[in-house]
């Protein structure tokens, strides 16, 4: 398992009143554990007050451009995103963990195709990375993004956006919409049925798309997956990733028995005995494993293993496809164990 380097913050720049692009300077030794595929994440960890927390962030750059960024927006109250845009300095160092996710594209110069993504807010930077890894390496191919924000103001990325729609006018269609702005050449409201409707019916009535790729909140992942499907786009060409879950969810059985449980990480073993109410990540980490995480609702795969012995159910999936799960892959966050022995093999994915 791969583990997290100090790396220095070699730029910072401002991207929208709340919300700026931090790039990393990668030494010449982990440049191959920092190559990343276009739409992965990265986990970094800092201290505040004594407490370590994990935030991921996606990167917004292309393999090609040989370099690693992020956009980090602030949150209200949010303790890391408001230190990025605040506090942090060019040449200030961060933990940063080595680029990991499956909300991935794989660019083929031979491919002839056309991809579609809608976005919300900071739900961009990955599809950011997918986007400009399809303009550069993908020459006979196309993309359709339809982005969401509020405003123009609080839009990420908007002039490198429009830079690569000039650059690319044959290739790159982009729609921004606004909730709460009625600009010229944008749509207003929020990315909702009707949205998708526009582009599927109307304007791009006549195109066949290869893939779509859903990155925002919850429900706008949920309405548009469900108009793709009643458009009649085929469900293994939709792939989404969260950026923000609904409320934590619960099992809907009490569980009251015990586990023996065997935790494999790093090429060591560790034992333990939990509650079967409790989470497995939880009680890892209650027992001062250093198991891998991030965001602890299940958005991220961080915590992703593999059950080799034992059953648990799992509070949310949003991740994992059914044939991941009937290999024995789980998010330890989401899972309860429900036999009386477990083994979670951190390092077998």
């Known amino acids: 398992m791969l583990h997290f380097h100090s790396l220095r913050v070699s730029r910072i720049e401002r991207n929208t009143p709340k919300s700026v692009t931090i790039t990393f300077d990668i030494p010449e030794d982990l440049r191959e554990e920092y190559r990343h595929e276009a739409g992965q994440h990265i986990t970094i960890k800092k201290e505040f007050d004594g407490e370590e927390i994990r935030r991921s962030y996606s990167i917004c750059t292309s393999p090609g451009e040989g370099k690693l960024s992020v956009g980090i927006k602030e949150i209200p109250e949010g303790v890391f995103s408001g230190y990025a845009n605040q506090s942090l300095r060019e040449g200030d160092t961060l933990e940063v963990h080595p680029p990991e996710g499956h909300f991935t594209f794989s660019p083929d110069a031979s491919q002839s195709r056309t991809v579609a993504a809608f976005a919300a807010g900071s739900g961009i930077t990955p599809v950011l990375s997918i986007l400009k890894a399809l303009l550069e390496e993908e020459p006979q191919s196309k993309f359709v993004l339809i982005y969401g924000n509020r405003s123009t103001t609080e839009t ?48 791009h009535k006549d195109t066949i798309f290869d893939a779509f790729y859903l990155c925002g909140p919850e429900d706008m992942i949920h309405t548009v997956s469900d108009t793709l499907r009643e458009n009649g786009v085929d469900e293994k060409k939709i792939y989404f990733e969260l950026f923000t879950t609904s409320e934590e969810a619960e099992l809907d059985e009490n569980l009251e028995g015990q586990t023996k449980v065997k935790v494999i990480v790093d090429d060591e073993e560790f ?24 965001c602890q609702g299940g958005i991220c795969s961080s915590c992703l293993a593999r059950v080799t012995e034992g059953q648990v159910k799992m509070v949310k999936n949003q991740i994992l496809t059914d044939s991941e799960v009937a290999e024995g892959l789980v998010l330890t966050c989401q899972s309860h164990p429900v036999t009386p022995k477990l083994t979670i093999d951190y390092d077998d994915v």
Not at 161 to 166: K, P, Q, R
Request: glycine residues 2%; without cysteine; proline residues 4%.
């Open 271 to 294: 034992e333990f005995t939990m509650p079967q109410s409790e989470r497995v990540l939880d009680a890892a980490l209650d027992n001062d494993i250093d198991a891998p995480y991030s």
């Open 156 to 203: 990420m990325f908007f002039e490198e956006i429009n830079d690569l729609a000039a650059r690319y006018p044959e290739r790159f269609t982009v729609y921004f919409t606004y909730s709460r702005s009625e600009e010229d050449n944008a749509l207003f409201g929020r990315i909702e049925h009707s949205t998708v409707n526009y582009v599927m019916k109307n304007k």
